[in-house]
């Protein structure tokens, strides 16, 4: 009597059992979580020292439109990223710059946060610009790049090339507002050093981040096929001339704090700004082709305090110029206005 009521129960519960994994498949087979010890320790995620908070943020490239148009902005980021590529030394279109390509001052193709980006060219052009006196389009501008930190000669301006490269900057900052300059664009003001930038520290600084990637007399590491480089020279023949934007120790300077050596970013620093300030020093008095700049800065008043070359509208000496320190001089321009 026993054992037959024990066999019914059992063949009960086995029944329930097989009209549970019917209707509810998996229920049998779902585990409890239980959370993992790599889980429960991990530590929590800090904020970063330098936040991200507002800054500009660029386009995806995928978000451009799939229209007639997109070839050309494509085409216009290409000659940006591959300048040498196209219009180098070897370049497929025309032979008009030094084997720099334009990213490598505006980097990740003008895109990346304090690495010159582009974020404000369409909203903040045309506009005055004190180095020529005069109000300036972006063609002007692109041109200044091409004979100056290209050290090579403009694209004609009715050519597909500077309409591309116009067209790509706009498509950067169609979000942008006319008139307005996110946060995050250009390059980082650094404060004024108390003292003069040394070039002697800069050379050590060099030695040890920078040389591997540069060269030992900054030549870079060319692509000889391309007539390219892979890592750009800083200094020599084929390097930006001496009327580039970067041969100003304060615009070298706010550069490379928040982009060199490699793998540093303005959240990332792999520098400080003393460094920054030294190896600028090092850099610009490296040997490099020279640009006639006699219609440059008609308005002394107006030329900024770290030109390196004369003449002026104070009585600063040139070394001091380049050099600094920059704080007496940058005082007695405010005390003339």
């Known amino acids: 009597m026993l054992k037959n009521t024990l066999t019914c129960l059992l063949g009960l519960a086995g029944l329930l059992l097989l009209i549970t994994g019917i209707l509810l498949p998996g229920l049998a087979?779902?585990?409890?979580?239980?959370?993992?010890?790599?889980?429960?320790?991990?530590?929590?995620?800090?904020?970063?020292?330098?936040p991200q908070n507002q800054l500009w943020q660029p386009?995806?490239?995928?978000?451009?439109?799939?229209?007639?148009?997109?070839?050309l902005i494509r085409y216009g980021k290409e000659l940006i990223a591959h300048t040498a590529d196209y219009l180098g030394p070897k370049g497929t279109v025309m032979q008009i710059s030094n084997g720099m390509n334009c990213q490598n001052c505006h980097l990740d193709a003008g895109t990346k946060i304090m690495g010159n980006n582009y974020a404000a060219v369409f909203s903040t052009y045309p506009k005055f610009r004190a180095r020529s006196g005069t109000e300036e389009t972006i063609i002007k501008r692109i041109s200044d790049c091409f004979e100056r930190s290209l050290n090579g000669t403009k694209p004609d301006?009715?050519?597909?090339?500077?309409?591309?490269?116009?067209?790509?900057?706009?498509?950067?900052?169609?979000?942008?507002?006319?008139?307005?300059?996110?946060?995050?664009?250009?390059?980082?003001?650094?404060?004024?050093?108390?003292?003069a930038a040394d070039p002697k520290n800069g050379q050590i600084i060099y030695k040890a981040k920078c040389e591997s990637c540069h060269g030992v007399n900054g030549e870079g590491i060319p692509n000889p096929e391309?007539?390219?480089?892979?890592?750009?020279?800083?200094?020599?023949?084929?390097?930006?001339?001496?009327?580039?934007?970067?041969?100003?120790?304060?615009?070298?300077?706010?550069?490379?704090?928040?982009?060199?050596?490699?793998?540093?970013?303005?959240?990332?620093?792999?520098?400080?700004?003393?460094?920054?300030?030294?190896?600028?020093?090092?850099?610009?008095?490296?040997?490099?082709?020279?640009?006639?700049?006699?219609?440059?800065?008609?308005?002394?008043?107006k030329k900024p305090i770290d030109f390196p070359f004369a003449p002026y509208a104070d009585e600063f000496t040139e070394k001091q110029h380049k050099l600094g320190p920059f704080k007496a001089i940058a005082d007695a321009k405010k005390e003339r206005k």
């Open 29 to 50: 087979q779902r585990p409890a979580k239980i959370p993992s010890a790599s889980a429960a320790s991990a530590p929590k995620k800090t904020e970063s020292v330098r």
């Open 226 to 301: 391309k007539g390219s480089y892979i890592y750009p020279p800083l200094w020599g023949k084929n390097s930006y001339n001496d009327g580039a934007g970067l041969y100003r120790l304060s615009s070298f300077a706010g550069y490379v704090v928040n982009n060199m050596p490699f793998g540093a970013s303005y959240e990332n620093r792999l520098l400080t700004e003393k460094e920054a300030w030294d190896l600028a020093a090092f850099v610009n008095s490296q040997p490099r082709p020279h640009k006639d700049q006699k219609n440059d800065w008609v308005d002394l008043t």
């Open 157 to 195: 301006s009715a050519s597909k090339e500077m309409t591309a490269m116009i067209a790509y900057m706009k498509w950067l900052g169609k979000d942008t507002p006319k008139g307005i300059v996110p946060k995050g664009t250009g390059l980082e003001k650094l404060a004024y050093l108390d003292r």
């Open 59 to 71: 386009p995806k490239t995928d978000s451009i439109p799939k229209i007639s148009e997109i070839e």
